[in-house]
Nanobody, 125 residues
C-alpha cells in the first residue's frame, strides 16, 4: 500500500516563507513524476509545480521565481520551498506522484497516480 504524507503547512504573513515536505512510503519500485497541486475554496485544483525523476522542474506562472520544488530520490520525498508568499497562495496543498509499486512485467507497468491528504497553507495580509 502506497501512501503520500505531507507536512509543513501553516499560517504565515504575506511575504513570509514555508517549506512543504511529502514522503512516499509502502510498496514502491520506482517514482517518476512528483508534484504539488493546490486548491483554494471555490476553485479547481491546479498544478503548482512538478519535477521529473531526472530533476527537471516545471512551475505554474503564478509561482515562478517564488517557489522552488526539489526531490530526494533516496528518501522518496519531494519538497516545495515557498517564499514571498501572497494571500492568493492560500489553499490546501496536495502532494502527487506517479508511482510504480512493482517491477514492470512483459504485460506492462502498474504505474498509478497517488495523492496525499493535503496540508493547509494560509497567508494573511
Amino acid at each position: 500500500q502506497v501512501q503520500l504524507v505531507e507536512s509543513g503547512g501553516g499560517l504565515v504573513q504575506a511575504g513570509g516563507s514555508l517549506r512543504l515536505s511529502c514522503a512516499a512510503s509502502g510498496s514502491i519500485f520506482s517514482i517518476n513524476r512528483m508534484g504539488w497541486y493546490r486548491q483554494a475554496p471555490g476553485k479547481q485544483r491546479e498544478l503548482v509545480a512538478d519535477i521529473m525523476g531526472g530533476g527537471t522542474p516545471n512551475y505554474a506562472d503564478s509561482v515562478k521565481g517564488r517557489f522552488t520544488i526539489s526531490r530526494d530520490n533516496a528518501k522518496k520525498s519531494v519538497y516545495l520551498q515557498m517564499n514571498s508568499l501572497k494571500p492568493e497562495d492560500t489553499a490546501v496543498y496536495y502532494c502527487n506522484a506517479d508511482i510504480t509499486p512493482t517491477p514492470c512485467s512483459s504485460r506492462g507497468c502498474l504505474t498509478q497516480d497517488y495523492w496525499g491528504q493535503g496540508t493547509q497553507v494560509t497567508v494573511s495580509s
